[in-house]
């Protein structure tokens, strides 16, 4: 399929494009294959690279959160796809969001342009160089949760392992001119990022007729497996509904940190919505991912107040998400154990986010230049979020394996002395990421160095 002078990187979405970025902007010819829109997957709707498909929020930017420090690491370590999703960001109070429609053009148009970056257009079903072969080409796998069948198990029978999956859901999306603002207010959770939310405030006779609505609602059947695997952080609202009346008043229609205007108080519950584009023509449901029929959802979210005469953009739905069991497949470069020349990327490692996609996109790219140079791979510092989620996916129990969102409890521990001296979790948190980050700079300076005197040479 390539040349073994070739970077190849099969899929083109948020870690596919950095690992293609990064690999490029070091010198290296890339082949970047994405199947769409030869073949389309059961959730995308362009062929734009980079397409978000979720919800268009990369999580807080607040310093002194993990999250922080993630895209920290990354804006230091010259991520494109960060750079764009500052460029195109919407507001959304202490969190990164993006409008996603620019975000996918900004992102295609420069990978596009790069003059080091091929895109191939085809769905690749095999993987490039078997075991047999005495030098494969170097490629890295970032097909995404959204894997095509004929590649997947064209995996299962590279890694001999059984397929792991999970189901995830999108949440709906709402035209802004039909929220009744009469109703809704505009504010922030605490006064964070000022009114850059829309809130549907509930009393508790409203957040009963809801209730007994969502549990009743009819949803969409699941064909394709007996079992169903959801994520718990990602679970659709009936199900968070079926495990208590109040469940979704603690979860994602908690009203904590937002004032009514009209009443002065704390609403009952309330659910958010956040603003998609820079138009601010289009608002999605926070955390009211969900699989009802699409009938169910208009009659059910339409006795949310406010929304009573909502215009629905795009409703909730339901997909597959595949990924393999990473600690018994990669090392913490991302290669894989049994062949150092091939790498896989983003959610398909159990890393879950787009930030952390980027962050797994972003080192296997840079380590298949090493590998394609014939240098030793690079490992982030033990301290750091990008070496923490590295460390999980190729070290953690297997027995259970889950996809994980990058937290303070990944993260290496202070020594004993700071956690005594810094008791307060804010602070020993601002203390980690203070500590981190210089590890970072000092990390990223040595091999950015050697990288530059590699790159003089063989110029």
Not at 273 to 291: I, K, P, S, W
Not at 342 to 371: M, P, R
Not at 405 to 422: A, C, D, S
Not at 424 to 448: I, P, T, Y
């Amino acid at each position: 399929m390539a040349m073994t002078n070739y970077v190849n990187v099969i899929g083109g979405g948020l870690a596919g494009v950095e690992a293609a970025w990064q690999a490029a902007e070091r010198g290296v010819r890339v082949r970047l294959y994405e199947m769409r829109p030869v073949q389309q997957t059961p959730a995308h709707r362009t062929d734009k690279l980079a397409e978000i498909v979720c919800s268009n929020s990369l999580k807080t930017d607040e310093p002194g959160s993990a999250p922080y420090l993630l895209k920290e690491e990354l804006r230091r370590g010259g991520s494109m796809v960060l750079e764009v999703a500052h460029a195109t960001s919407v507001p959304a109070g202490a969190a990164l969001s993006v409008d996603r429609n620019k975000f996918a053009e900004m992102i295609t148009d420069r990978v596009e342009a790069h003059p080091n970056i091929e895109i191939v257009r085809e769905e690749v079903t095999e993987i490039p160089g078997g075991k047999q072969d005495a030098c494969p080409p170097v490629t890295i796998i970032a097909t995404g949760p959204l894997t095509s069948d004929a590649l997947t198990r064209e995996i299962m029978r590279l890694t001999g392992d059984d397929q792991l999956y999970f189901y995830d859901a999108i949440a709906p999306i709402i035209a802004a001119d039909s929220i009744d603002m009469s109703i809704a207010f505009k504010a922030a959770r605490y006064g964070k990022g000022g009114d850059d939310y829309i809130n549907c405030p509930m009393t508790p006779d409203e957040y009963a007729v809801f209730f007994d609505g969502l549990i009743e609602a009819k949803s969409v059947p699941l064909k394709r497996f007996e079992d169903t695997h959801w994520f718990e952080s990602c679970l659709p609202i009936e199900e968070i509904a079926r495990r208590g009346v109040d469940t979704l008043r603690f979860g994602p229609m908690k009203p904590k940190g937002l004032y009514d205007p009209q009443t002065g108080y704390e609403p009952y519950a309330c659910v958010q919505l956040r603003q998609e584009n820079m138009m601010a023509d289009a608002y999605g449901m926070v955390g009211f991912q969900n699989h009802l029929r699409y009938g169910e959802q208009e009659r059910v979210l339409k006795l949310i107040p406010g929304l009573q005469n909502a215009e629905f953009l795009q409703f909730g739905q339901i997909h597959r998400n595949t990924f393999i069991n990473s600690p018994k497949i990669l090392n913490e470069t991302l290669a894989t154990r049994e062949n150092a020349r091939l790498f896989f990327a983003g959610q398909i490692t159990g890393v879950e986010g787009y930030v952390e996609s980027v962050a797994t996109g972003w080192l296997a790219g840079i380590n298949a230049v090493h590998v394609l140079h014939n240098k030793e791979m690079i490992t982030a510092p033990r301290t750091s979020a990008i070496g923490a989620l590295c460390r999980y996916v190729s070290n953690v129990e297997t027995k259970n394996f889950q996809p994980v969102n990058i937290t303070f409890g990944l993260l290496e521990q202070l020594p004993v002395e700071l956690r005594k001296k810094h008791r307060n979790k804010r602070e020993r948190h601002m203390v980690q990421v203070e500590r981190a980050l210089v590890d970072w700079d000092a990390w990223l300076g040595s091999f950015q160095r050697t990288d530059a005197k590699v790159q003089r040479r063989e110029g």
